[in-house]
Nanobody
Framework: QVQLVESGGGLVQAGGSLRLSCRAS????????MGWFRQAPGKEREFVAA????????FYADSVKGRFTASRDNAKNTVYLQMNSLKPEDTAVYYC?????????????????WGPGTQVTVSS
């Protein structure tokens, strides 16, 4: 089992940047595929990015491709989401999630563990 806690959210102007972090408990972090999702008010939770266990491969939603970068440091049990060129439509609660398998997924139902989320607000 793994526990996840996100940090780094906040209020930023359009065009700005934020870096989210998600720290995991436990000693088997490197065995988890990690995902980032977001949920805006009144909308369903949507896929943002995923990263393989080694960090060698990343996958992104079309809406964030070229602006967001996922990375991980297995020695620190932490996964990151660097968000650049932020837009008001990026405003949401951002969640990190973990699944103990070798394949990534863009479906939130495929992830077993979730953090409580961190709010990102982008003003226009």
């Amino acid at each position: 089992q793994v526990q996840l806690v996100e940090s780094g959210g906040g209020l930023v102007q359009a065009g700005g940047s934020l870096r989210l972090s998600c720290r995991a408990s436990g000693r088997t972090f490197s065995s988890y595929v990690m995902g980032w999702f977001r949920q805006a008010p009144g909308k369903e939770r949507e896929f943002v990015a995923a990263i393989t266990r080694s960090g060698g491969n990343t996958f992104y939603a079309d809406s964030v491709k070229g602006r967001f970068t996922a990375s991980r440091d297995n020695a620190k049990n932490t996964v990151y989401l660097q968000m650049n060129s932020l837009k008001p439509e990026d405003t949401a609660v951002y969640y990190c999630a973990a699944r103990q398998t070798i394949t990534t997924s863009s479906s939130p139902t495929r992830y077993d563990y979730w953090g409580p989320g961190t709010q990102v607000t982008v003003s226009s």
